[in-house]
């Protein structure tokens, strides 16, 4: 069965530093993998995806995601975090089914 | 930018009471989902919607769901008869196509069953 995982339920880090959030799936078939992030207050909203070809994809806000086949992950990264970036991240794997499976969600805290 | 819109952002109820959480989607939208989020755990998926069918269900989506679009522009989701474990944050989202198509969510309705 489909399923994500991210490791770490909170993390805390200062503006300007470096980040990288966690992703790994379980999925038989090629996976649609997707970053979502959340707002207080506020839905959803896409960060990026992964379909099929370069497997570095570039979001919105500076964010980037590697989808390794090998490692089943697909991790989040941005090079120096601003304080409007503090929410919490969500992973996701589609299916052919359209089907999205979450995972657990990352808390992120950005400290001056 | 078109976005997804939900009312009402808090409901309270009554345990055994009926509940109507309603979404507007994306206008071009065909296709209409429903997740739920309880407090601390992860977002799950309830229920898929095209042409005016269920296209998809978790086991989640028992008897006391189900999912209408009355008109044109409103999706919603009827919970009969609430339970304590109903509360949650109630996700709607929209996508243009099937299979991977980009889906985009709501802000969400918070449901408090007491």
């Known amino acids: 069965a489909q399923s994500v995982t991210q490791p770490d339920i909170h993390i805390t880090v200062s503006e300007g530093a470096s980040l990288e959030l966690r992703c790994n799936y379980s999925?038989?078939?090629?996976?649609?993998l997707f970053w979502y992030v959340q707002s207080p207050g506020q839905g959803l909203q896409l960060l990026l995806k992964?379909?099929?070809?370069?497997?570095l994809v570039q979001g919105i806000k500076g964010f980037e995601a590697e989808f390794k086949r090998s490692q089943s992950s697909f991790n989040l990264r941005k090079p120096s975090v601003h304080w409007s970036d503090a929410a919490e991240y969500f992973c996701?794997?589609?299916?052919?089914?359209?089907?999205?499976?979450f995972g657990t969600g990352t808390s992120l805290t950005v400290i001056p | 930018e078109p976005e997804v819109t939900q009312t009402p952002s808090h409901q309270v109820t009554q345990m055994g009471q009926e509940v109507i959480l309603r979404c507007v989607p994306i206008?071009?939208?065909?296709?209409f989902y429903w997740y739920r989020q309880i407090l601390g755990q992860k977002v799950e998926f309830l229920v898929s919607f095209y042409n005016n069918e269920i296209s998809e269900k978790s086991e989640i989506f028992d008897d006391q769901f189900s999912v209408e679009r009355p008109d044109g522009s409103n999706f919603t989701l009827k919970i009969r008869s609430t339970k304590l474990e109903d509360s949650a944050m109630y996700f709607c989202a929209s996508s243009e196509r099937l299979v991977m198509e980009t889906q985009y969510f709501g802000p969400g309705t918070r449901l408090l069953v007491l």
């Open positions: 996701a794997v589609g299916d052919t089914g359209n089907q999205f499976y």
């Open positions: 992964y379909f099929s070809g370069d497997t």
């Open positions: 206008s071009n939208h065909l296709y």
């Open positions: 999925y038989g078939a090629t996976p649609y």
